[in-house]
């Protein structure tokens, strides 16, 4: 859970989990450097479940309030270079957004646009897309992206091989849906793309067998080594809260193809972004796994690749915040 800076109109910061974060520059370049904070939920600890027990199985529990808010997070409040510091000035765009409160949303920056899909506003896993282009003033793209009802899902924009319209697209990996007769998790791949004469997206499903688990809560995140763009993919839970200690990559959401294994702990609700020409990974949770008295643990590490072919580095193992997962990273 982040800290709580007041915004610019004093505001303060509602520390959150399983948020959406996007570097979003707008369509003219007028929020150049920008981050996006949207949505999460805010789920303190109560004497009815242990303070460790992960944002996914305390979604639901009482006293959970989930968000609807936006913020704005200028680049030039976060400090500079490669030192980690907090960042002192957050801009509270709206604290109503049209897509209500929810959670587990996923969330990206594609074709001079914010996009929110599917999540889960506390009864249920939705399947709604959502558009702005200033974060203020939201537009419902579709009430059902034909995808299916999904929440901890991964949303990456990607560049595909050859030419035409579905060269730019966004893909959406995973997620799971909570009923009363369990979870399900999800295990495809969907591919939106902007169709220009009605200004909407268009979903079809890529795969339904990848090749990996059906899993929750990964992260994914594109990258451009060698000037090849790519979708990256790592860890996440599968069915039991079996938490995967894999690592994936695509070159157009159809095909994909292990990646070495990485050589930190398996995990899910990490935060994985691509940034000046290196993969940053940073936190979670190291499984919980379906025994509730079995205490799962938190990670601190953060690690880098700087290269498929070099392999991960550990960073650092003990990061100068919290421990947390269902944590949200992104690159201005």
């Known amino acids: 859970l982040p800290p709580s800076p007041s915004s610019s109109n004093g505001t303060n910061f509602t520390q959150r989990s399983m948020h959406a974060m996007v570097a979003y520059d707008g369509q003219r370049g007028e929020y150049e450097g920008s981050v996006w904070v949207l949505g999460g939920f805010y789920a303190p600890p109560t004497g009815a479940l242990p303070a460790w027990v992960p944002p996914a199985r305390r979604l639901l529990s009482a006293g959970s309030t989930a968000l609807s808010d936006v913020w704005r997070v200028d680049q030039g409040s976060c400090g500079v270079g490669d030192v980690l510091a907090s960042c002192t000035a957050f801009s509270l765009v709206t604290d109503a957004a049209p897509w209500g409160p929810r959670h587990s949303h996923s969330a990206a920056s594609f074709a001079g646009r914010m996009w929110v899909v599917a999540g889960d506003a506390g009864g249920g896993a939705l399947d709604d897309v959502w558009s702005t282009t200033d974060g203020a003033a939201w537009a419902l793209d579709a009430a059902s992206g034909g995808f299916g ?3 901890g899902a991964s949303l990456t924009p990607l560049v595909r091989g050859g030419a035409g ?8 990996v995973g997620g799971m849906a909570q009923t009363g007769a369990g979870e399900t998790y999800y295990g495809d791949v969907w591919a939106a793309t902007l169709v220009e004469a009605t200004g909407r997206l268009s979903w079809r499903l890529l795969s339904a067998s990848p090749g990996f688990a059906p899993r929750a809560f990964h992260a994914a995140a594109p990258t451009n080594f060698g000037g090849i763009p790519m979708v990256r993919l790592v860890g996440g839970f599968a069915a039991g809260l079996a938490a995967q200690g894999d690592a994936w990559a695509t070159a157009d959401g159809e095909a994909w193809a292990a990646d070495p294994e990485p050589p930190f702990a398996a995990r899910a609700g990490h935060a994985m972004a691509y940034c000046r020409g290196s993969l940053y990974l940073v936190g979670g949770i190291a499984g919980a796994g379906s025994n509730p008295d079995t205490a799962p643990y938190f990670l601190h590490d953060a690690w880098a690749l700087a290269s498929p072919g070099g392999g991960w580095q550990r960073v650092t193992g003990s ?9 949200a990273m992104a690159c201005s």
């Open 149 to 151: 009802t999904r929440l």
């Open 165 to 172: 319209a579905d060269r730019h697209a966004l893909i959406l």
């Open 319 to 327: 990061l100068p915040f919290a421990t947390r997962e269902g944590a």
